[in-house]
């Protein structure tokens, strides 16, 4: 779909370094996409520009947001760098240039039983899928393993535990990496926490997103513990610039 503007509704901290921002789209073709897909976001030197050719600077993310919400895209990212400051800085009423959606790293309901391992801001592409599959009531199974560094940098557990509650089906593992805290496991995904977790890995589908290095571990654990490469998603962040 062709760039257009989108207008921020609301900018919010979620994290000492994750924001949230929410984008209404005039045109309602952009709440048409899959759970797990991105969009390109775009800034221009006038942010009130209406303009879709002033917006020229652009970086991909995944909405967190469902495909059930047709008032929004809802995107989280990480503050980071030139980008991301200057999105983080934007206000209420503020004009974003958006187009996609794109990505095949899409939700298939045909997988029943899915595991998903998230490390860091990888977490977003699964909030938008827990956060349809729960709005539309389905019976698929998912277990959410989740591995962050500290505590205060786990984006949206709040609603992760929201989704735990309201759907049966789900269930979200915390882990951090560089630090105990009450309510989260400690260590990194290994092959015993997997085993915990996850059960028999024969007969599930696992989505994998974060940076490049988790990726590369998460898949090599898989491979070695006899999961089938058919089973296996990945989206990988490690080429997104900041």
Known sequence: MALEIGEVLELVDETPTVKIISIAMRNKKFYDYKPGQFFNLYLSDNSNSENPADYKLARPYSVISSPTNKMYLEVAFKVAGV???RLAN???GDKVGVNGPFGAFTFDEAGKDIVMLAGGIGITP???????ATDKRLENKFTLLYSSRFANEVTMRNELLRLQNENNNIKCIFTITREVAAGFEHGRIDEIFLKKHAGNLSEKTFYICGAHEFILAMVELLIK????KKQIKKEDFGFVKK
């Open 83 to 85: 980008f991301t400051g």
């Open 225 to 228: 513990l006899g999961v089938d």
């Open 126 to 132: 699964f909030i938008s899928t827990l956060r349809y």
């Open 90 to 92: 934007l206000k209420k």
